[in-house]
T-cell receptor
Framework: GDSVTQMEGPVTLSEEAFLTINCTYT??????LFWYVQYPGEGLQLLLK?????DKGSNKGFEATYRKETTSFHLEKGSVQVSDSAVYFC??????????FGKGTKLSVKP | NAGVTQTPKFQVLKTGQSMTLQCAQD?????MYWYRQDPGMGLRLIYY???????DKGEVPNGYNVSRLNKREFSLRLESAAPSQTSVYFC??????????FGPGTRLTVT
């Protein structure tokens, strides 16, 4: 069945470091892809999305490109801040109109 | 503001007790979803509703029932709570093909 695999955390970085969180998907066809962010004690917020191959989603300095050849949607940010500390979830569109989530990657950014 | 409210925010139940988790959207979207989030598991779909009066099972429906009486509200019921249902429950509304917006969650502990 469809699934999403993302790199396990936790990931600890210093402020202003470069961030990459890897995400790959398995699906029939070409699903829409998403990154969600969850701050402590809160719900999930949509960070960015891409709906077709080669699309680049971007928001708040974060970017991810839909790579059909490698079935990947890696999240990147050039310079992280302490305020980016959160759990990041990669997700793909499922057959029931639902989202299929990866297990989440916890990011901690130290000053 | 995701436009989705959930009540209660926290709940502690004893094994065998019942309760209903409430979810409401402030828009007029057809599709709504219930997920549970467990440590290291990402979010998993419990039930969904494609439109008013219709509901369907997701990946982990056992032990739950749902009700979609009108377009705004989608409730999740635990008839006889078990410790395995200790989790954080999120309700979401769908916008467009797959994009979803989540409520703040209900943190449930079953002792």
């Amino acid at each position: 069945g469809d699934s999403v695999t993302q790199m396990e955390g936790p990931v600890t970085l210093s402020e202003e470091a470069f961030l990459t969180i890897n995400c790959t998907y398995t699906a029939t066809g070409y699903p829409s892809l998403f990154w969600y962010v969850q701050y402590p004690g809160e719900g999930l917020q949509l960070l960015l999305k891409a709906t077709k191959a080669d699309d680049k989603g971007s928001n708040k300095g974060f970017e991810a490109t839909y790579r059909k050849e490698t079935t990947s949607f890696h999240l990147e940010k050039g310079s992280v801040q302490v305020s980016d500390s959160a759990v990041y979830f990669c997700a793909s569109g499922g057959s029931q109109g639902n989202l299929i989530f990866g297990k989440g990657t916890k990011l901690s950014v130290k000053p | 503001n995701a436009g989705v409210t959930q009540t209660p925010k926290f709940q502690v139940l004893k094994t065998g007790q019942s309760m209903t988790l409430q979810c409401a959207q402030d828009m007029n979207h057809n599709s709504m979803y219930w997920y549970r989030q467990d440590p290291g598991m990402g979010l998993r779909l419990i039930y969904y509703s494609a439109s008013e009066g219709t509901t369907d099972k997701g990946e982990v429906p056992n032990g739950y029932n749902v009700s979609r009486l009108n377009k705004r509200e989608f409730s999740l019921r635990l008839e006889s709570a078990a410790p395995s249902q200790t989790s954080v429950y999120f309700c979401a509304r769908r916008v467009g093909s797959y994009e979803q917006y989540f409520g703040p969650g209900t943190r449930l502990t079953v002792t």
